[in-house]
Structures are given as structure tokens and as C-alpha cells.
């Protein structure tokens, strides 16, 4: 199985940009197709981004549209999340997951494996 962890989060003020790594270990990450997810204090984790096995497909929530990106190289078996025009909204601990399909998926529930997570704050 896949095990993956991702870094890269921190505190940025608003309008500023950060990008998210999630490593993969244990097996070539090109078997699984992956999501960025995010939670915030009293609420319920939310879909960010998702990317097909090969990097051909990729789907984003309506919130993050236009601002961040999400991409893959599987030959360094990591997934990034680039995040431009932050907003203080966008606080949240930032989660990777890997689901055992190559396709792409926004429920948080066709996911098989996820990280510990990486928090983002955006000040304003």
C-alpha cells in the first residue's frame, strides 16, 4: 500500500501563494489517483483538488478555482498543491489522499489513504 505525507504548509498573509508536496512511499504513486482535501476548525472536510494517475484529468472545488493548481510528477512520486491569492478562508489543515482507481474523484470517501495533513493559515 502507499503511505504519503505532506509539508510545505505555513502562515502567509492574504493575496500571497504557498505550494503543498505530498510524498509517496511504498508504492509508484503512478497506481493511484490523488486528492487534496482540507479541513477547518468546526467544520467538515471539503474537496480542493484532484488529479488523475497520468496528470491528464484534474477537477477542482468551485472555491479554488482559478487559483490553485494541482499537479503530479510521478517519476518523483509527488503530488503538489499550488496555492495563489490566498484568503484568509482558506486556513485549514491541507490533507493528500491516494484512492486505488486511476481516475478522478471529489468525495473524500473514495479515498484509501491519506496523510496527517499540513496546516495552512492566511492572515489578513
Known amino acids: 500500500q502507499v503511505r504519503v505525507v505532506e509539508s510545505g504548509g505555513g502562515l502567509v498573509q492574504a493575496g500571497g501563494s504557498l505550494r503543498l508536496s505530498c510524498a509517496a512511499s511504498?508504492?509508484?504513486?503512478?497506481?493511484?489517483?490523488m486528492g487534496w482535501f482540507r479541513q477547518a476548525p468546526a467544520k467538515e472536510r471539503e474537496f480542493v483538488a484532484a488529479?488523475?494517475?497520468?496528470?491528464?484529468?484534474?477537477y477542482y472545488a468551485d472555491s479554488v478555482k482559478g487559483r490553485f493548481t494541482v499537479s503530479r510528477d510521478n517519476a518523483k512520486n509527488t503530488v503538489y498543491l499550488k496555492m495563489n491569492s490566498l484568503k484568509p478562508e482558506d486556513t485549514a489543515v491541507y490533507y493528500c489522499?491516494?484512492?486505488?482507481?486511476?481516475?478522478?474523484?471529489?468525495?473524500?470517501?473514495?479515498?484509501?489513504?491519506w496523510g496527517q495533513g499540513t496546516q495552512v493559515t492566511v492572515s489578513s
Open positions: 489522499a491516494a484512492r486505488s482507481s486511476l481516475d478522478v474523484r471529489s468525495s473524500w470517501q473514495d479515498y484509501n489513504y
Open positions: 511504498g508504492r509508484a504513486l503512478g497506481w493511484y489517483g
Open positions: 488529479i488523475s494517475w497520468n496528470g491528464g484529468s484534474t
